[in-house]
């Protein structure tokens, strides 16, 4: 299959498109009330500055498996979509601080990672667009001074260190009106940034230092249900089923029965929504970390014996997540297939869709050729193929077959909406 960024779509292999093409008519019929319904979900409670949203398309079901409140990856988008990105942090930027000209972006401490450097830079080019001067100031302990960093696409970034002065975040001869956060704060909340008289944006609240999974999914739950009843279809079509366990501890052994029964429920639920929906697959979950990102701290189980048997290797992946924190409490989510492949070689593909405040403003799909329909595909070996997922998102057509292109795209930017609203009304219950 060639590759066109702003047309091509993964094949999706799996005979079960059925009930997926019929949930993409339930949500066409019903654009104009799931669009009002979102105005009104907005002003009630405004969406986060940003989202990315990873989703699963299993043909029967298409449902959110991680929403990221400090996205990178912003250099994997379609350019050609710049302009809706620009307009978007507009809009975002206004409703922080109305008269804001100066930002500070604080980024995450890897100064050698070049892929989260190119997200960066990227970010800050639309800033710039967007009519915003803005300086980086970096929490690294090793940045004593500007250092500027250049980039393989060509670009460049200058990392300055971070100054506190009294209520106030700076970097040297600059005013910022406020503080733009892209650090998921896992190794905690650093002193720096608390009590500021200058917003920070996301606030530091909503970082992996307080975040949890298993609280989003419990925002999302409810938001679902709310939903559905609007466009006439079963939660579980677009909502993946979970379970929380504490007082987790793999190195010891310790908290096993807690992680057992809670796998064997979530296994038992789905395989009786398999049932009562006709579906002929195995149902799995993922046991994640409950707090953290970059793909760590996730492993695949499809039943008990997976549990009990945790090799060394296994225990010691699941034991500690970024910047060597512990894993004390672990979600049990329903395993949601990907059967969506990219390429000649049917690589496994799953889609990401960013939001910037309310508005979708772009995806890409992550392909890894390594991993099955199954998996984590946020791993090493994993690359991307950027689509135009802005222009369909918002312009579907309902003269073409509920999978074509736009019609698609619209499906995965409302199931990406629902979450940022999760994730809005997470932040608002944390703040």
């Known amino acids: 299959m060639g590759i066109n960024h702003l047309h091509a779509v993964p094949h999706l292999t799996t005979a079960l498109t059925g009930p997926l093409q019929e949930l993409e008519t339930h949500l066409l019929q019903n654009q104009d009330k799931i669009e009002r319904w979102f105005r009104y979900q907005w002003l009630q409670t405004p969406a986060p500055f940003y989202t990315s949203v990873d989703l699963r398309n ?22 050609a979509f710049e302009a809706l990105c620009v307009q978007a942090i507009q809009t975002a930027a206004e409703r922080v601080c109305p008269k804001a000209c100066n930002v500070l972006f604080v980024p995450e401490s890897h100064t050698r990672n070049m892929f989260y450097l190119e997200s960066v830079a990227a970010l800050i080019n639309i800033m710039t667009q967007a009519g915003f001067e803005t300086r980086i100031g970096s929490l690294a302990e090793e940045i004593t001074a500007p250092k500027t960093i250049d980039l393989p696409s060509g670009r460049s970034i200058t990392l300055e260190p971070l100054i506190r002065d009294q209520d106030r975040v700076t970097v040297a001869g600059f005013d910022p009106c406020f503080v733009l956060l892209n650090n998921d704060l896992s190794g905690g909340r650093p002193e720096i940034l608390e009590n500021l008289d200058q917003p920070v944006i996301p606030p530091t609240a909503i970082g992996w230092s307080d975040r949890l999974k298993s609280d989003h999914f419990a925002h999302y739950d409810r938001i679902t249900k709310e939903f559905c009843k609007i466009v006439d279809i079963d939660p579980w079509l677009i909502n993946p089923i979970f379970r929380k366990c504490g007082k987790i501890d793999f190195q010891k052994r310790a908290g096993e029965d807690c992680l057992s029964e809670n796998v064997e429920a979530v296994l038992t639920e789905i395989q009786k929504k398999y049932d009562e929906f006709g579906i002929n697959q195995k149902p799995y979950v993922l046991v994640k970390a409950d707090a953290g990102t970059y793909g760590m701290g996730i492993m695949t189980v499809h039943n008990l014996d997976e549990v009990k048997e945790l090799n060394r290797k296994q225990r010691n992946k699941m034991a500690r997540i970024k910047e060597g ?47 099955s329909t199954n998996e984590n595909l946020n ?53």
Request: charged share 20%.
């Open 379 to 431: 791993a090493p070996g994993m690359h991307f193929e950027p689509l135009a997922f802005a222009e369909s998102c918002a312009t579907p057509d309902r003269n073409k077959a509920p999978d074509a292109n736009p019609n698609r795209f619209y499906a995965y930017g409302v199931i990406a909406r629902l979450a940022s609203l999760a994730a809005a009304r997470e932040l608002q219950s944390l703040i």
């Open 58 to 79: 299993a043909g029967f079901k298409l449902a959110p498996v991680d929403t990221n409140l400090f996205p990178a990856g912003f250099n994997n988008l379609n350019r």
């Open 325 to 371: 924190q512990a894993v004390t409490d672990v979600l049990v989510q329903e395993g949601v297939y990907t059967f969506e492949t990219w390429g000649e070689n049917q690589a496994v593909a799953e889609p990401v869709v960013y939001m910037i405040d309310h508005f979708v403003v772009g995806g890409f799909y992550r392909v890894h050729k390594g991993r």
